[in-house]
């Protein structure tokens, strides 16, 4: 079956087209319609689609933009232009982005309908391949009296996911599902599993972040209940569930999905506040116990990239002016296992970073603290010795572990995170040098001009008139 998204701006004509022509004759089926090219896209992304009618001047995205972005995501769909005037012009660039056929609304009254579907089923049938002609047709709500189990092939990069998968050899008896467009449901006959498994599992190995998952249960269930179940697999399991180490994993259609309510603000921030504790750097089994809790919110990717984003923040305030330097956020990840593994370089940079894994974990608690007030409480000219005693630590061995486990003296790191700061508030407010001091821990102007200028080989005025002049 040749599944059709039918794309215009006028209702009635989309209508009118879904209504009139004889689609079923020719093997095709209307999966859809979008009144914008914006709006088609968005359906192309979550419904597989062999054939798209577009109209070519249409608000948001025109029918050549919407072509020119279908021709780069996925490459065999084919594509026909609907237009209103035969503007030479339009059509030739539709013609040379792929477009197998067009069709001027004003000749549809005048040609039979018929022959506009024959036309375009004939130009489909000549660019598919055999094996993708006499592939099974799979009507939704048929029931599956044949096979027992199938091998789904999904993808979590839908850029370059098993689109091509329809070109495979296959027996004529096996058959080739199409659940969306990363993921491909391969049914073998029953005593012919090997076979196939050995074809996709081959094909899984070659495709970037695949997995080849043998499904069971597949008996007795309509095509649209297969198809459904695969989906929502890709959707709410995939994500937790790949690693590159394990390629293949067994289901079965009898297993649910359970329900992952969103977690409150508050567990949020217990989780945020027990990643922001030292003792995760050096304590295994804590590491797996924050990396485990983490995993069970079953977080949705873009909060999940919140939270790392905000963590990244916070561990930057402790490490920026040691030698581990300022971290640099996961930009994109397409699985848990990506997180993952970035957290364990995280966690091996600090470890190298801070060294000393003589102290104890009391210790490193003691000078992450250290580190979090001195951040906090910037606009005030804490000591070591304030600190040692807040800690309840002598004044020598603070000194002497700070040194040690953060890589700089109590006093070089405290200066640099408040000229950091300083240099912050002169670049981003028009306050006085005066204010900039004292917010930063400085009672005496001058002094806290000298040490700018140690630091930085400037005053704060021509630093703040410099640096905006660069903006």
Known sequence: MIRVLVVDDDKLVRK??????????????????????????EFLESQPVDLLLTDLAMPVMSGIELMRTARKHYPHLHMVVLTLHQDFEYIQEALRLGAIDYIAKVQLEKEQFEEVLGRIAGR????????????????????????EKGFVLLSLDRESGPNGLHELKLEADDALMEADRSSWIGLPMKGEESRLFETLSEKARTL??????????????????????????????????????????????????ETYADPDDEQLARVKESWL???????????????????????????????????VMEWNRLFAQTPMGKIQRLHAFHSWFQVEQWLGKLRRDIQESTGHASYSQEIRDCITKAVAMVQAEIHRPLTAAQLAQRLNISRSYFSQCFKDIIGKTFNEFSRSVRIEKAKEYLLNTNDTIAWIAEQTGYSDEKYFSRIFRELTGMLPSEYRMTHRKGK
């Open 124 to 147: 489909i049938s000549e660019q598919m391949p055999q094996s993708r002609q006499s592939q099974k047709t799979f009507i939704p709500d048929e029931v599956n009296e044949v096979y």
């Open 208 to 257: 970037p972040a695949s997995m080849l998952l043998i499904l069971s249960d597949l008996h007795g269930r309509s095509w649209k209940e297969i198809q459904q179940w695969v989906r929502a697999y890709a959707e709410k399991e995939l994500f937790y569930e790949y690693r590159p180490d394990c390629p293949i994993a067994s289901a079965s259609m009898k297993d649910g999905f």
């Open 16 to 41: 009118g087209l879904i209504s009139a022509m004889p689609w079923q004759e020719f093997g095709m089926q209307v999966v859809g319609e979008a009144n914008n090219g914006a709006k088609a896209l």
């Open 277 to 311: 504790t030292s003792g995760w750097f050096h304590n295994d089994d804590l590491y797996e116990k924050l990396i485990g809790d983490m995993k069970s919110l079953r977080l949705h990717k873009s909060q999940l990239l919140g939270l790392l984003y905000s963590l």
